[in-house]
């Protein structure tokens, strides 16, 4: 179980986090089934929608487990994204309605210099989707590539800049038109750097409009004398809702086993940023090649992330010692204003699967951010131009099969006056809530036997005891929540203001 307890109250969120890091740890360790009773202040998780992607919430278990789901390939595009190294895909809109725009690296076939990562000829290319399916290609007309404009290129002629642009749409209120869109990039070039920081490696601040026009600005995130190497991946930043600051995941390789790893900096300007925290979330001997951190669409205040694993010696036998690995891609969460990534679910999130190109160098990347492609549906673009998809919320679930299985949530505070679950039962499972006090008594009206069984699969299903008794009667009042399960998947709770 977590060691430590976040009062994930918004509103004042810098003073929660400076008591979140006086709260002594706590270590619970809790066996299915097992008594635990903890005095922990209440979690007051308000009208947010809360993921079972950690165990925060969780207090007790018995006969139910936490599930890793598995996101599903859709049918091949008959336009897919080409393949890229260090995609993005942004959810964005117009006066048309939705527009998908996607970003990667590309290569100029002309370029006649030394090839290495930074170098002249990387390109930054640019594709457009309606439906988050079939992709277009605009010729942009911006830059001359192989002999022609008739291109998508955006970006070109920037040796070390282009070999990881990274962009986001920022959704900070007010932001200035020119700065709707911001983007890292940066490159340090080969080698240990370890006490040859200087200026001009680190990583440099882009602005634009429109997402197409791009400027480059100062650089912003300096090259520490510390490190022995950094940057050399997707360096992912965006406006964090939760913390109403800038925050960025970029790469760094641990002290001791050099291997590739992630830290975290803040920001209140883009310009101007936090020493880095080491994150580390590496298990023992294991590389973590990319990070792809960012906000979950339908609850801001948890990080996804789906890094790609890489393990060497697993790859050709014949590829040269670089290009000699194999790579999956994980799934990792954090809460906002923490300095660590949950891995309560540990194996990997997509395999690389039958096609044996998979198992080649470096086959295994996902694109940064997962975004909705319809209102049951989120999609993950993958390296290879296939469009992964999965339900709505349904990173995890907390599961119970054909014998009932039931949990208790820790004491929690919540608003509103309805509870609404995103769930999958089989024909003949259910769900039912009961509403507790912190000692685990009944909350009358709210007991096991009032609430109506739940059944379906839906992704906003309206909780119902016998009689509608008033459920914001019970709001801001610590309480529990205790569900029994049978033949059920459960992925999220919220509770709502109804209408």
Wanted: contains cysteine.
């Amino acid at each position: 179980m977590r060691s430590e307890q976040l009062n994930h109250s918004f509103l004042e969120y810098p003073v929660r986090l400076l008591l979140y890091r006086l709260i002594v740890s706590v270590t619970i360790v809790v066996s299915s089934g097992a008594a635990l009773s903890v005095a922990d202040e209440p979690i007051d998780i308000g009208s947010r929608r809360e993921l079972f992607v950690d165990d925060l919430l969780i207090d007790r278990t018995d006969g139910v487990d936490l599930r890793l789901q598995r996101p599903v390939k859709a049918p091949r595009p008959q336009s897919p994204l080409p393949k890229g190294a260090y995609a993005t895909v942004i959810r964005d809109s117009d006066e048309h309605g939705v527009l998908f725009r996607a970003y990667w690296r590309g290569y100029d076939p002309a370029f006649q210099g030394e090839r290495e990562s930074g170098d002249g000829g990387e390109l930054v290319c640019y594709g457009e989707s309606r439906d988050g399916h079939e992709w277009a290609f605009p010729k942009l007309g911006l830059h001359e590539v192989n002999g022609t404009r008739e291109n998508n290129v955006i970006l070109a002629k920037m040796p070390s800049l282009l070999h990881n642009f990274s962009p986001f749409l920022d959704t900070r209120s007010n932001v200035p038109g020119s700065q709707r869109y911001k983007a890292l990039a940066g490159h340090p070039g080969p080698g240990n750097k370890r006490g040859k920081a200087k200026p001009g490696i680190g990583l440099f601040a882009f602005y634009s409009n429109d997402g197409i026009h791009w400027s480059k600005q100062g650089e912003v995130i300096p090259y520490r004398d510390e490190w022995r190497h950094a940057f050399d991946s997707q360096n992912v930043s965006f406006w964090s809702e939760a913390e109403q600051q800038y925050v960025c995941y970029f790469r760094t390789w641990t002290a001791d086993e050099g291997l590739r790893s992630i830290s975290r900096t803040t920001s209140a300007d883009f310009e101007t940023w936090t020493a880095p925290v080491e994150m580390n979330p590496n298990r023992p001997g294991e590389h973590l090649y990319t990070n792809q951190t960012h906000p979950y669409f339908r609850a801001p205040h948890i990080y996804v992330a789906m890094p790609t694993r890489y393990v060497p010696g697993r790859g050709d036998s014949a590829a040269s010692k670089d290009h000699n690995n194999a790579t999956d891609v994980l799934l990792m969460t954090s809460r906002a204003g923490t300095t660590r990534y949950d891995r309560m679910i540990g194996e990997a999130f997509i395999r690389p699967g039958l096609d044996p190109t998979a198992w080649l160098n470096r086959a295994n990347y996902v694109a940064l951010n997962v975004v909705p492609t319809s209102p049951t549906e989120m999609s993950i673009y993958h390296r290879s131009g296939d469009r992964y998809v999965l339900r709505t919320d349904g990173f995890a679930s907390v599961h119970a099969g054909a014998q009932p299985g039931s949990f208790l949530t820790r004491p929690i505070r919540f608003s509103g006056d309805s509870l609404h679950l995103n769930l999958s039962t089989s024909a003949g499972g259910q769900v039912r809530v009961e509403i507790q006090t912190v000692d685990g008594s009944p909350v009358p009206n709210f007991r096991l036997d009032d609430c109506l069984p739940i059944y379906g699969d839906e992704i906003d299903r309206h909780v119902r005891w016998k009689g509608d008794p008033d459920l914001e009667s019970l709001a801001s009042r610590p309480v529990r929540l205790y569900f029994e399960l049978q033949e059920c998947d459960l992925y999220s709770i919220q509770f709502q203001q109804q209408q």
